[in-house]
């Protein structure tokens, strides 16, 4: 794998699992009064025309990182409609 | 150009612009309280990373979109230090 590629893999994990932390601490503290709805919103739709568009080209890379993507955005998005 | 092309250029404007609202609404209420550190850390590194991995494939797409949205995410996360 080159370099190019080894960063490409980087970038896309990291842009996955960083929802775990945010996911975490409003699972623990109920409190999701700075997020905004919209933006939560938006981006768990996004994600998931992505992982459609992942499907459509048939591109393993994009359908797990968006997959798993869109299950921790989309669980924030329910956290927020939840809790206001 | 194809439905599918339309589809994924959907999913890269909506995953940008989704943080639009975000940013407004952190300078608008100064309060990032339930924003995670360590998600909006995470994420504006991703995002960079995806914009260097753009400019090495030479992929204008990943390019515009990451750049926007690195532009975005940077700030929320340069408030969330800001404000605590």
Redesign the interface.
């Known amino acids: 794998m080159s370099g ?1 590629e080894l ?2 893999f ?6 996955t ?6 996911a975490f ?2 699972i623990r ?1 109920k ?6 709805l ?2 939560q919103g ?2 768990t ?3 998931g ?2 992982l ?2 992942g499907i ?2 048939d591109s393993p890379p994009i359908i797990f990182a968006n997959g798993a993507n869109f299950v921790l955005v989309a669980l924030i998005l329910a956290l927020k409609v939840r809790y206001g």
Chains 1, 2 share one sequence.
Do not use: E, N
């Open positions: 190019t960063l490409g980087a970038a896309a994990i990291l842009t699992v960083c929802w775990l932390p945010q601490k409003t503290t409190d999701t009064r700075s997020l905004s919209v933006t938006a981006l739709l996004g994600v025309l992505w459609v568009y459509l080209v």
